[in-house]
């Protein structure tokens, strides 16, 4: 019975092997910590920003910073790796990164940060309701008119303000 169901190998949770993998992975080299140190005041810069509560902006950087990291010093058999893999690898990355300046740069903000990311207790406040504030912003940057349309998850149109 158990042949004539397909089973996709991307489906199925990662190995204790596998992990280990990634674990020797993404040790730092010197080299790479290098090349996080010229990088060192920009992270602080996004760490300590105030502009918003969910901080959006810190987590765009620190996904640009594992983009350019996987660019740089991709593992060889990245093409190879299926998407669960690939993700723990990302996820792994970016906690080594945050935890490395953390440690450069003294105090626990960044891994305060990764720890309500990862366990996030209450969702941050919204006035859309379900929607999350970075809908609400995005008509602020378009000049020709205050209120626009939000392209919702289902296909519809669903406007950001009930007048």
């Known amino acids: 019975m158990d042949e004539l169901q397909p089973s996709s190998r991307s489906e199925k949770e990662l190995t204790a092997g596998e992990m280990k993998m990634i674990d020797r992975l993404t040790i730092l080299t010197t080299k790479q910590k290098r090349w996080l140190d010229l990088r060192a005041k920009l ?13 959006l902006r810190f987590w765009r950087f620190i996904h640009c910073l594992s983009l350019l990291w996987l660019y740089r010093w991709k593992p060889s058999m990245w093409d190879v790796w299926r998407k669960r893999l ?20 003294g105090g626990l903000a960044g891994c305060r940060k990764l720890q309500r990311n990862w366990n996030p207790t209450t969702p941050p406040p919204s006035p ?36």
């Open 43 to 55: 992270y602080a810069l996004y760490r300590d920003s105030r502009v918003d509560s969910t901080h």
């Open 128 to 163: 859309a309701g379900k929607w999350p504030e970075t809908s609400l912003s995005f008509p602020a940057i378009v000049a020709d008119s205050p209120v626009k349309l939000f392209f919702g998850r289902n296909g519809r149109f669903q406007p950001l303000f009930d007048d």
């Open 86 to 105: 690939k993700g723990h690898w990302k996820k792994k990355i970016q906690e080594r990164i945050i935890r490395y300046y953390d440690w450069k740069l």
